[in-house]
């Protein structure tokens, strides 16, 4: 039934329109994770909008996996995703950095720190990127399309200093930790405007929350059920998968769609 579910929704044509949906998008978010498919690990890569989730499986997790799921090397939009080295490969898309991956660290700082001065200059970045992304929230809420301009000044200049007061003092890079720390700090600095990008353009996301959702059921399978036996397999999993996450994202119920699948009349999403 997978195999024949997979083949039905492939031929359908459903696989092109889920490819060409993200590249007409203003915003795509890319996460990766592993899985394992014939007792190896592999990577299941998802680019995913609001109305759009591509799945796809391959046995890299580097440039030829992103490049075997097509879409960031021809994206020209937004593109949201950690910071993780090989999404930069492709350099023709606008980043928007996950703010909460970096706030995630920021915490581990001070909970690793082994001075306290590192771990309350910590807390002072912590500080400012939450009150800009509580300015960020009221924003949104009142209705309006920016953060007002005194308050996006005054924020992100204090974040920028909070970092920059950072730097310096885990330069000199004594422990492994502290090799990790200043690492971030510099991060931070050099990619700042890719980090708060969100701040100057409310419709875009302060975190990869969307990109995650995508995976998370993926692993949820795997702890309960355990690796897929084939790469074929893996790859019929995958195109099902996206087929799913895409229904659902148009108001489509799970079972309506399997029905459609399973009766050689797959659901597809409008093209436009």
Same mark, same amino acid.
């Given at each position: 039934?997978?195999?024949?579910?997979?083949?039905?929704?492939? +031929?359908?044509?459903?696989?092109?329109?889920?490819?060409?949906?993200?590249?007409?998008?203003?915003?795509?978010?890319?996460?990766?994770?592993?899985?394992?498919?014939?007792?190896?690990?592999?990577?299941?890569h998802s680019a995913s909008t609001d109305r759009f989730s591509l799945i796809t499986v391959h046995e890299r997790r *580097?440039?030829? *996996?992103?490049?075997?799921?097509?879409?960031?090397?021809? =994206?020209?939009?937004?593109?949201?995703?950690?910071?993780?080295?090989?999404?930069?490969? =492709?350099?023709?898309?606008?980043?928007?950095?996950?703010?909460?991956?970096?706030?995630? +660290?920021?915490?581990? #700082?001070?909970?690793?720190?082994a001075d306290e001065q590192t771990a309350a200059m910590t807390e002072r970045v912590i500080e400012a990127l939450r +009150?800009?992304?509580?300015?960020?929230? +009221?924003?949104?809420?009142?209705?309006?399309? &920016? !953060?007002?301009?005194? &308050?996006?000044? $005054?924020?992100?200049?204090?974040?920028?200093? &909070?970092?920059?007061?950072? #730097?310096?003092? $885990?330069?000199?890079?004594?422990?492994?930790?502290? $090799? $990790?720390?200043?690492?971030?700090?510099? /991060?931070? /600095?050099?990619?700042?405007?890719? =980090?708060?990008?969100?701040?100057?353009?409310?419709?875009?996301?302060?975190?990869?929350?969307?990109?995650?959702?995508?995976?998370?059921?993926?692993?949820?399978?795997?702890?309960?059920? *355990?690796?897929?036996?084939?790469?074929? *397999?893996?790859?019929?999993?995958?195109? !099902?998968?996206? =087929?799913?996450?895409?229904?659902?994202?148009?108001? !489509?119920?799970? !079972?309506?769609?399997?029905?459609?699948?399973?009766?050689?009349?797959?659901?597809?999403?409008?093209?436009?």
């Amino acid at each position: 039934m997978t195999k024949r579910m997979a083949a039905e929704i492939t +031929e359908s044509g459903f696989c092109d329109l889920v490819k060409a949906g993200p590249l007409r998008a203003p915003v795509v978010h890319f996460d990766e994770t592993g899985m394992r498919v014939a007792a190896r690990l592999h990577w299941v890569h998802s680019a995913s909008t609001d109305r759009f989730s591509l799945i796809t499986v391959h046995e890299r997790r *580097g440039v030829k *996996g992103i490049e075997h799921a097509g879409i960031l090397p021809r =994206y020209l939009g937004v593109a949201v995703h950690d910071a993780w080295a090989p999404y930069d490969t =492709y350099g023709q898309a606008t980043r928007a950095l996950c703010a909460a991956h970096a706030l995630r +660290e920021l915490v581990a #700082v001070t909970e690793t720190a082994a001075d306290e001065q590192t771990a309350a200059m910590t807390e002072r970045v912590i500080e400012a990127l939450r +009150e800009l992304k509580a300015a960020a929230e +009221e924003a949104r809420d009142a209705g309006r399309d &920016a !953060i007002d301009a005194q &308050a996006k000044t $005054t924020g992100l200049d204090g974040l920028r200093a &909070a970092i920059l007061a950072e #730097v310096a003092p $885990t330069a000199e890079r004594s422990t492994k930790r502290q $090799t $990790t720390h200043h690492a971030l700090f510099r /991060r931070l /600095r050099d990619r700042f405007d890719d =980090y708060t990008r969100w701040v100057r353009h409310l419709y875009l996301p302060f975190d990869n929350n969307a990109a995650e959702r995508e995976i998370r059921m993926i692993k949820v399978r795997q702890k309960v059920s *355990g690796f897929l036996r084939t790469q074929h *397999g893996a790859r019929q999993f995958a195109t !099902i998968r996206s =087929y799913l996450a895409t229904a659902v994202k148009h108001d !489509i119920r799970f !079972i309506d769609a399997l029905v459609h699948a399973a009766e050689g009349n797959p659901w597809l999403p409008s093209a436009a």
